[in-house]
T-cell receptor, first 113, second 113 residues
Framework: GAGVSQSPSNKVTEKGKDVELRCDPI?????LYWYRQSLGQGLEFLIY????????KSGLPSDRFSAERTGGSVSTLTIQRTQQEDSAVYLC???????????FGPGTRLTVL | KQEVTQIPAALSVPEGENLVLNCSFT??????LQWFRQDPGKGLTSLLL?????REQTSGRLNASLDKSSGRSTLYIAASQPGDSATYLC????????????FGKGTSLLVTP
């Protein structure tokens, strides 16, 4: 079946602009995660959605970052007033049960000029 | 806070060698540990998942062990091939909220023909 998909694959933007990144999880997966992979920083957790529960936003680095998940499926990560330090690969993952494997999308590479 | 460390950061071996990648974590209260592979410009591919009650998992030429009490895991790759060249990431799910993965920074492996 289809895996996790993300769009766009690459995004170049100017400092100060807002960007939206999209994630389509595997159908039926109840949990969805956003991670960020920065050069030299490794992979960092950003936000987690589980079903209809309120999202866990504990990993978001600032209030410029927000995310929503509509209808328990597609998710959008929004970064407002982008800064150069936001440049990274943003990865989305989904899973079925709590301790199941997380399946990752190919990521969106964001470059802020 | 859970800290995951991977040693070595980079490794170059000739084809055919057996090799071991190391992962350590500071908080032994984990639910499971996963090893992932990441190819340049690609997302993450799950290789092996070890539940906290397990000691090891095997898949083909890969064997991962887990010693939860000492906070260590190893990934053993037998008879390495050039196609094994990639970055290998270790990640644990601990008692932090949302069952988010805590990643190490990875080991970059190069297998030369």
């Amino acid at each position: 079946g289809a895996g996790v998909s993300q769009s766009p694959s690459n995004k170049v933007t100017e400092k100060g602009k807002d960007v939206e990144l999209r994630c389509d999880p595997i159908s039926g997966h109840t949990a969805l995660y956003w991670y960020r992979q920065s050069l030299g920083q490794g992979l960092e957790f950003l936000i987690y959605f589980q079903g209809n529960s309120a999202p866990d936003k504990s990993g978001l680095p600032s209030d410029r970052f927000s995310a929503e998940r509509t209808g328990g499926s597609v998710s959008t990560l929004t970064i407002q007033r982008t800064q150069q330090e936001d440049s990274a690969v943003y990865l989305c993952a989904s899973r079925w049960t709590s301790f199941d494997t997380q399946y990752f999308g190919p990521g969106t590479r964001l470059t802020v000029l | 806070k859970q800290e995951v460390t991977q040693i070595p950061a980079a490794l170059s071996v000739p084809e055919g060698e057996n090799l071991v990648l190391n992962c350590s974590f500071t908080d032994s209260a984990i639910y499971n540990l996963q090893w992932f592979r990441q190819d340049p410009g690609k997302g993450l591919t799950s290789l092996l998942l070890i539940q906290s009650s397990q000691r090891e998992q095997t898949s083909g030429r890969l064997n991962a062990s887990l010693d939860k009490s000492s906070g260590r895991s190893t990934l053993y790759i037998a008879a390495s091939q050039p196609g094994d060249s990639a970055t290998y990431l270790c990640a644990v799910i601990g008692s932090n909220s949302g069952y988010a993965l805590n990643f190490g920074k990875g080991t970059s492996l190069l297998v030369t023909p």
